[in-house]
């Protein structure tokens, strides 16, 4: 059923979902919320960011560093006290935010994780974030977390079932979410179309945004063999909000997103090609391992800075 390519942990996670086929719940459609799918409209340019890391909640506030705005891990904060909110909610006070979740497992077959919601919406309420954001991916099956993003099966059944889960997801949250593409290390049998269709024609039926991380596409079509150009030209630019920029460890035969590493030449390369296709785009940094002084992560931020500024369509407000 699986073509697998590396990381053997994903293989009895994978063949859990496998058993069970894809139900779809029942929410209201997506077209029934009053909810704009013109970005222009729902959604600002933020400009150049970063994700928010422990190792740095000091400085921030200390040093009011050139930053656009932050994104956090939705997850790190899903709690009612302590320190790190302390944290988050003096650095909030000077920066735009975005909320970025780990646990949605949007493509799971288990029901929809009303509780995570629940807690996902107060701290929205909270935070007030310009959006939310999650994986196009399923995390758990029967209740066990496998700890990973894993991909979906890009077949009509798994488009239909990942869509109705995502109008649910809005509905409750009351918003439109950002759903990101995923590194991936295996294939299935029975996928019928190409992963770039499947994000595109989820992102369409569902009246949601993608974070287009380009990482990602870099590392999948490195694993896969598929072209990164063709992945770009394949998606709606009136649906991408956000990219992703980030690090990861190339073994030679195969590449592992693993955020510890500065940004390749080869993913600038493609950033500039999307700035090509997509016009400006918020754009923000993402380093989870290794973390280097703030400082560095800031001069690696001016280079998408840099980049963006040889094309004139990044003047464009939208």
């Not at 919601?117 to 007030?128: D, G, H, I, P, Y």
């Not at 049998?189 to 380009?214: P, Y």
């Not at 016009?279 to 400082?295: F, H, K, Q, Y």
């Amino acid at each position: 059923m699986l073509q697998l390519l590396l990381k053997p942990v994903l293989i009895s996670a994978a063949r859990l979902a496998l058993n069970s086929g894809p139900t779809t719940p029942t929410s209201s459609s997506a077209n029934g919320r009053n909810l704009s799918s013109n970005k222009k409209n729902a959604k600002p340019y933020l400009g150049f960011g970063l994700g928010l890391r422990t190792e740095h909640f000091q400085e921030v506030i200390d040093s009011e560093p050139a930053v656009d705005w932050f994104e956090i891990i939705s997850e790190n904060f899903m709690v009612k006290g302590g320190k790190p909110k302390y944290y988050l909610h003096k650095i909030r006070e000077r920066y735009p935010m975005v909320m970025h979740g780990v646990s949605l497992s949007i493509g799971t077959t288990d029901p929809i994780n009303f509780d995570y919601l629940r807690s996902l919406k107060t701290l929205a309420n909270e935070v007030q974030p310009e959006w939310l954001s999650d994986h196009l991916c399923w995390t758990q099956h029967g209740g066990i977390n496998s700890h990973d993003l894993l991909p979906l099966p890009y077949t009509e059944e798994a488009l239909e079932h990942v869509s109705a889960r995502i109008s649910a997801t809005q509905d409750f949250l009351g918003q439109q979410i950002l759903i990101e593409n995923v590194s991936s290390y295996l294939t299935y049998n029975d996928s019928s179309i190409s992963e770039w269709e499947f994000l595109s024609a989820v992102a369409e039926k569902a009246d949601c945004l993608i974070l287009l991380d380009l990482n990602n596409i870099y590392v999948s079509a490195r694993n896969h063999g598929f072209n990164t150009e063709e992945y770009l030209n394949g998606i709606d630019p009136a649906r991408v909000q956000q990219f992703h920029l980030a690090g990861h460890t190339d073994y030679g035969d195969y590449v592992i997103d693993t955020h510890d590493h500065d940004v390749v030449d080869s993913v600038w390369d493609l950033y500039a090609k999307a700035i090509l296709r997509f016009g400006p785009v918020s754009t923000m940094i993402e380093r989870d391992d290794n973390i280097p002084p703030l400082a560095d992560l800031i001069s690696e931020l001016d280079m998408a800075r840099a980049i963006a500024a040889e094309n004139p369509l990044h003047l464009q407000v939208r």
